[in-house]
């Protein structure tokens, strides 16, 4: 019933921008915390960015600090992520999370493709 659908990805020269949505359906979106990760292969899924339910933002990866920033519209149900001045570095399968009541509701996004080239 719920469902998250990421998009924006894409393939971007360094330096460029992009900004990724999160189109979030079937759920009550201004209760849930939203979050953006990304995994690049043979890493760990990374959390990148946290929207919580109160609305406060934080970043919790600090090589894009500064770079990315996260972004709520209630009225459409998505949440953004803009990134700019974008490095290799950042290549990475980047995902939507969804969380309601930390944790007891856990929802994903198939995931967009950001590929940063040199």
């Known amino acids: 019933q719920v469902q998250l659908v990421e998009s924006g990805g894409g393939l971007v020269q360094s330096g460029g921008s992009l900004r990724l949505s999160c189109a979030a359906s079937?759920?009550?979106?201004?209760?849930?915390?939203m979050s953006w990760y990304r995994q690049t292969p043979g890493k760990e899924r990374e959390l990148v960015a946290v929207l919580a339910s109160d609305g406060v933002i934080t970043i919790y990866d600090d090589s894009v600090k500064g770079r990315f920033t996260m972004s709520r519209d209630n009225a459409k149900t998505n949440v953004y992520l803009q990134m700019n001045n974008l490095k290799p570095e950042d290549t990475a399968v980047y995902y939507c999370?969804?969380?309601?009541?930390?944790?007891?509701?856990?929802?994903w996004g198939q995931g967009t493709q950001v590929t940063v080239s040199s």
């Open positions: 079937g759920l009550t979106f201004r209760r849930y915390a």
């Open positions: 999370h969804a969380e309601y009541n930390f944790g007891s509701l856990n929802y």
